[in-house]
């Protein structure tokens, strides 16, 4: 039972332009959200994250909005640039223990 | 500091055989936990643990065992490998959750034949 959905599989944007990732989930017990970010043959790595008391966090290019009534959330980054290609998974935690992670949106950003 | 190292990198197991795969972090995380992906597919938990001596279950924990004798080492031990269990392996650690961010290592990309 996927609790997390990331119903995109891949993204394409030319640098420069906003790329807009989504996520839904269905857990309504979820406090707090993350979105990582992997390179081919290395780790996730943290990007972003928001409390279920937030709507909206923001770091430098990237910005993470939660809409809880409707179990959703996204990532937008401004301006995209090639070295954001990756995949970006969405991840929410109810016990503070278990990430519970979305498939993954492969973004390439393109010159 | 290192960070989170697992090793080996890559391997190929027969079916029935046995592997342990290492786990290391040098920034005195309580936390460490060991996740599978499959291809096309999220991270899934199969165990954590908070802290030296204590370890519990994460999603499909099946097939698997865990041990946390120190702060840093959190190995991951298969017991008679399956193809089921060709898989990534990630090893993370955190300071607490929630709301801290796991720390990943590169993975181990393991084979079963």
């Known amino acids: 039972d996927q609790q997390v959905k990331q119903n995109s599989p891949s993204l394409s944007v030319q640098e420069g332009r906003i790329s807009i990732l989504n996520c839904d989930y269905t857990n309504s017990m979820f406090d707090y959200f993350l979105w990582y970010k992997k390179y081919p043959a290395e780790g996730p790595t943290f990007l972003i994250s928001i409390s279920s008391i937030k709507d909206k966090n923001e770091d430098g290019r990237f910005t993470v909005f939660l809409n809880k009534s409707a179990k959703h959330l996204s990532l937008h980054i401004v301006p995209s640039q090639p070295g954001d290609s990756a995949v970006y998974f969405c991840?929410?935690?109810?016990?503070?223990?278990?990430?519970?992670f979305g498939k993954g949106t492969s973004l390439l950003v393109t010159p | 500091n290192a960070g989170v190292t697992q090793t080996p990198k890559f391997r190929i197991l027969k079916i029935g055989q046995s592997m342990t795969l290492q786990c290391t972090q040098d920034m005195n995380h309580n936390y460490m936990y060991w996740y599978r992906q499959d291809p096309g597919m999220g991270l899934k938990l199969i165990y954590y643990?908070?802290?030296?001596?204590?370890?519990d279950k994460g999603e499909v924990p099946n097939g698997y065992n865990v041990s946390r004798s120190t702060t840093e080492d959190f190995p991951l031990r298969l017991e008679l490998a399956a193809p089921s269990q060709t898989s990534v392996y990630f090893c993370?650690?955190?300071?607490?959750?929630?709301?801290?961010?796991?720390?990943f290592g590169p993975g181990t990309r393991l084979t079963v034949t």
């Open positions: 993370a650690s955190s300071y607490s959750p929630p709301g801290y961010e796991q720390y």
């Open positions: 991840a929410a935690s109810a016990d503070g223990y278990a990430l519970n």
């Open positions: 643990s908070v802290g030296a001596g204590i370890t």
